[in-house]
């Protein structure tokens, strides 16, 4: 657990940072995929995928082709190594991927964190994300929460602006050009969960993941109202990829009055606009019936945390708090199918990381994030706000971090 990073200045300096203090895990996450890419034949087509990435950056993100060159060059590595780890070939590792190495700095151990292998065919991330508005809260304070499922690389925590972009806090796995938690200075917060699988016509390869996605919103968006124009262009460019190979998107906004819910593919979206007290949930399935007809089958994953979650979440209505979020962030009800994800469940994927955020219609010094990254059951809260300054004396006392203290992000 290391001090937060603040990276603000140009695409440049911050590449330069980012190298510097993720050169280590990066570097062994490279080496550990190039490995695999060789011993499955795949190598031409990790690169080859790489430069196609690269192109669709150059025309809708140059800024991050800048940091990502100046963030191999401070790690050792070549740029395409970066791009290749954001767009794999699909079913890359197969039944083979092996994480790396976890050290726990209280007992001074290596911790295996898959205690079984398992194996399921194209696998996306498997997130539960929700939020509550107005009165549903205890607090009468928009609560943002997103539990994140994927595979079990090191994850990394940051506060984060550009030149010429909106500042945000965000969280994501080391060498995800993209984010899978944000909340930004204009006070809304994101999250973004695969969608269904979709039907093959419906879905674009080698452009924008959905992680990508949510980095390109926070940094252009200071609105709600901008979140659909901008991925209505993405859409009619062709940059819009997906959640994974062959599966679509679905995003999750809040600010402190309303809630957006995005489902979409590569060609088409559908939204839904929550507003008063309302509560809502998602889990990797298209929910809205526009998106029905291109969408595949969903997984009985997917539709068992979805019905688990929204039971949860909506008993909680006019008393839903932080330690609420919490709760349902480590539930195991559904088990191997839970909103929190055990390595030993056998899906190759852990819970990751979580995030709750409150969003204040009052004083927005009360605007703020709880992140848990790397392991959730290794790593105190962090709390961050989106203009890195802690809100008021109850998080100053910590009296926050004592709703978290027996927090575990997975049983």
Same mark, same amino acid.
């Given at each position: 657990?290391?001090? /937060? %990073?603040?990276? %603000?200045?140009?695409?440049?300096?911050?590449? %330069? +940072?980012?190298?510097?203090?993720?050169?280590?895990?990066?570097?062994?996450?490279?080496?550990? $995929?190039?490995? *695999?890419?060789? !011993?499955?034949?795949? $190598?031409?087509?990790?690169?080859?995928?790489?430069?196609?990435?690269?192109?669709?950056?150059?025309? =809708?993100?140059?800024?991050? +082709?800048?940091?990502?060159?100046?963030?191999?060059?401070?790690?050792?590595?070549?740029?395409?190594?970066?791009?290749?780890?954001?767009?794999?070939?699909?079913?890359?590792?197969? !039944?083979?991927? %092996?994480?790396?190495?976890?050290?726990?700095?209280?007992? #001074?151990?290596?911790?295996?964190?898959?205690?079984?292998?398992?194996?399921?065919?194209?696998?996306?991330?498997?997130?539960?994300?929700?939020?509550?508005?107005?009165?549903?809260?205890?607090?009468?304070?928009?609560?943002?929460?997103?539990?994140?499922?994927?595979?079990?690389?090191?994850?990394?925590?940051?506060? !984060?602006?550009?030149?010429?972009?909106?500042?945000?806090?965000? #969280?994501?796995? =080391?060498?995800?050009?993209?984010?899978?938690?944000?909340?930004?200075?204009?006070?809304?917060?994101?999250?973004?969960?695969?969608?269904?699988?979709?039907?093959?016509?419906?879905?674009?390869?080698?452009? +924008?993941?959905?992680?990508?996605?949510?980095?390109?919103?926070?940094? &252009?968006?200071?609105?709600?109202?901008? =979140?659909?124009?901008?991925?209505?262009?993405?859409?009619?460019?062709? +940059?819009?990829?997906?959640?994974?190979?062959?599966?679509?998107?679905?995003?999750?906004? @809040?600010?402190?009055?309303?809630?957006?819910?995005?489902?979409?593919?590569?060609?088409?979206?559908?939204?839904?606009? *929550?507003?008063?007290?309302?509560? @809502?949930?998602?889990?990797?399935?298209?929910?809205? /019936?526009?998106?029905?007809?291109?969408?595949?089958?969903?997984?009985?994953?997917?539709?068992?945390?979805?019905?688990?979650?929204?039971?949860?979440?909506?008993?909680?209505?006019?008393?839903?708090?932080?330690?609420?979020?919490?709760?349902?962030?480590?539930?195991?009800?559904?088990?191997?199918?839970?909103?929190? &994800?055990?390595?030993?469940?056998?899906?190759?994927?852990?819970?990751?990381?979580?995030?709750?955020? $409150?969003?204040?219609?009052?004083?927005?010094?009360?605007?703020?994030?709880?992140?848990?990254?790397? *392991?959730?059951?290794? $790593? /105190?809260?962090?709390?961050?706000? /989106?203009?890195?300054?802690?809100?008021?004396?109850?998080?100053?006392? #910590?009296?926050?971090?004592?709703?978290?203290?027996?927090?575990?992000?997975?049983?």
């Amino acid at each position: 657990m290391g001090e /937060p %990073v603040f990276l %603000v200045g140009s695409a440049s300096e911050i590449g %330069v +940072l980012l190298g510097q203090h993720q050169q280590q895990v990066l570097s062994e996450r490279v080496a550990r $995929t190039l490995a *695999h890419a060789g !011993k499955s034949s795949q $190598t031409a087509a990790f690169y080859e995928r790489a430069e196609r990435l690269g192109a669709a950056l150059e025309s =809708i993100a140059p800024h991050w +082709l800048e940091e990502t060159r100046a963030l191999a060059n401070a790690a050792g590595l070549d740029v395409r190594q970066i791009l290749a780890l954001n767009c794999l070939p699909p079913d890359f590792w197969g !039944k083979e991927y %092996v994480p790396p190495p976890l050290f726990n700095a209280q007992s #001074g151990e290596l911790v295996s964190a898959f205690e079984a292998q398992g194996y399921e065919p194209l696998m996306g991330g498997d997130c539960t994300s929700f939020f509550a508005l107005g009165e549903s809260t205890i607090s009468g304070e928009t609560l943002f929460h997103k539990n994140r499922e994927e595979r079990d690389e090191v994850q990394c925590l940051y506060i !984060k602006q550009n030149d010429g972009c909106f500042r945000y806090i965000a #969280g994501n796995d =080391i060498g995800n050009i993209g984010i899978a938690h944000v909340h930004t200075e204009n006070y809304w917060a994101g999250a973004n969960n695969t969608g269904s699988p979709v039907v093959p016509q419906e879905y674009e390869d080698c452009v +924008l993941t959905d992680c990508h996605v949510l980095r390109y919103l926070a940094e &252009r968006c200071e609105s709600l109202d901008d =979140i659909i124009p901008a991925l209505d262009d993405l859409i009619s460019r062709n +940059l819009l990829g997906g959640g994974g190979y062959g599966f679509g998107m679905i995003f999750l906004f @809040a600010d402190a009055s309303r809630g957006l819910i995005v489902e979409c593919t590569s060609r088409r979206l559908a939204h839904r606009w *929550h507003e008063g007290n309302e509560m @809502a949930v998602r889990s990797n399935h298209f929910v809205l /019936p526009e998106m029905q007809e291109f969408a595949l089958p969903p997984r009985p994953g997917s539709v068992l945390r979805y019905e688990r979650a929204l039971e949860l979440w909506q008993a909680a209505e006019g008393h839903a708090g932080i330690s609420t979020c919490g709760e349902i962030a480590r539930d195991r009800e559904t088990m191997p199918h839970a909103i929190a &994800r055990n390595p030993s469940d056998g899906w190759q994927s852990a819970t990751v990381s979580t995030s709750t955020t $409150t969003i204040s219609p009052h004083d927005d010094r009360r605007c703020s994030t709880h992140f848990r990254n790397c *392991h959730p059951s290794y $790593t /105190p809260a962090v709390i961050f706000t /989106p203009l890195d300054r802690v809100s008021d004396a109850d998080l100053l006392s #910590g009296a926050h971090n004592q709703e978290w203290r027996f927090y575990r992000g997975w049983a």
